[in-house]
């Protein structure tokens, strides 16, 4: 007659089930396409008023960023566009090459300015462009980090806050994941995940481009 420790299992498989796919890649030899990209954004800031959407201060353009970014503004986009189409496949798992339908913009970020929670509705893939990132990827007390939310909600961390699962990524569990930026930087991820930007406490300024991709 076996014991009950005997009928305990020794190994569980996991399976990561229902994943939010995250996307981060970084453009190599950026500087001189940061350098004029900067230049132009900076420029038209000065110029344009800003839009008012999740920006909690600082300056956002119009959604039209891919009509008046030039030659820089255009090597962005043509990177997202490539990135979306290699996370992006058929119901059967094939290869498919999207006809992307995009709205882009660019923002301009000081001292304590950040975008509240908010999402993207409308498309597929969103995404972020860091032209420069004012110092904060390379000291953590700047903040400006780049916010995601538990899309399965708040409930497992309300219920038991001091207990997660012990699988990758199980520690955020109803709560949230930080990105820190860094010029150069470009990430995706579905445009359902909310998301937002925390303050920015530095002197300097903080530039990015940000994207909407739909088929």
Same mark, same amino acid.
């Given at each position: 007659?076996?014991?009950p420790?005997?009928?305990?299992?020794?190994?569980i498989a996991y399976?990561?089930?229902f994943?939010?796919?995250?996307?981060?890649?970084?453009?190599?030899?950026a500087?001189e396409l940061?350098i004029?990209?900067?230049?132009?954004?900076l420029?038209?800031?000065m110029?344009?008023a800003?839009?008012d959407?999740?920006n909690?201060?600082?300056w956002?353009?119009?959604?039209?960023?891919h009509?008046? =970014?030039?030659?820089a503004?255009?090597?962005?986009?043509?990177? $997202?566009r @490539?990135?979306a189409?290699? &996370?992006?496949?058929?119901r059967t798992?094939?290869?498919?090459?999207?006809?992307w339908?995009?709205?882009?913009?660019?923002?301009?970020?000081r001292?304590?300015?950040?975008?509240?929670?908010?999402?993207?509705?409308g498309c597929?893939?969103s995404?972020?462009?860091?032209?420069?990132?004012?110092?904060t990827?390379?000291?953590l007390?700047?903040?400006?980090?780049?916010?995601i939310?538990?899309?399965? =909600?708040?409930?497992?961390?309300m219920?038991?806050?001091s207990? $997660?699962? @012990?699988?990758?990524?199980? &520690?955020?569990t109803?709560?949230?994941?930080?990105i820190r930026?860094?010029a150069g930087m470009?990430?995706?991820f579905p445009?359902?995940?909310?998301?937002?930007?925390?303050?920015?406490?530095?002197?300097?300024?903080?530039?990015?481009?940000?994207?909407?991709l739909?088929?």
């Open positions: 007659m076996p014991t420790q005997t009928q305990i299992p020794t190994k399976q990561g089930f994943a939010t796919p995250v996307a981060i890649t970084h453009l190599p030899d500087r940061n004029a990209l900067k230049a132009l954004i420029e038209r800031s110029s344009i800003s839009t959407h999740s909690r201060g600082g956002q353009s119009t959604w039209d960023f009509e008046w =970014g030039g030659s503004g255009n090597v962005i986009i043509a990177v $997202a @490539k990135a189409s290699r &996370l992006t496949c058929s798992g094939e290869t498919v090459s999207p006809n339908k995009l709205n882009s913009w660019a923002n301009v970020n001292r304590d300015n950040g975008n509240e929670f908010h999402i993207h509705p597929l893939w995404g972020t462009y860091y032209v420069d990132d004012g110092g990827g390379d000291d007390t700047l903040g400006g980090e780049f916010e939310q538990d899309p399965r =909600g708040p409930a497992t961390i219920y038991a806050p207990l $997660a699962p @012990k699988v990758p990524g199980g &520690l955020s109803g709560a949230s994941e930080l930026a860094r470009m990430v995706l445009a359902w995940l909310s998301h937002s930007v925390r303050p920015y406490h530095g002197d300097g300024v903080r530039i990015s481009i940000a994207f909407n739909g088929p």
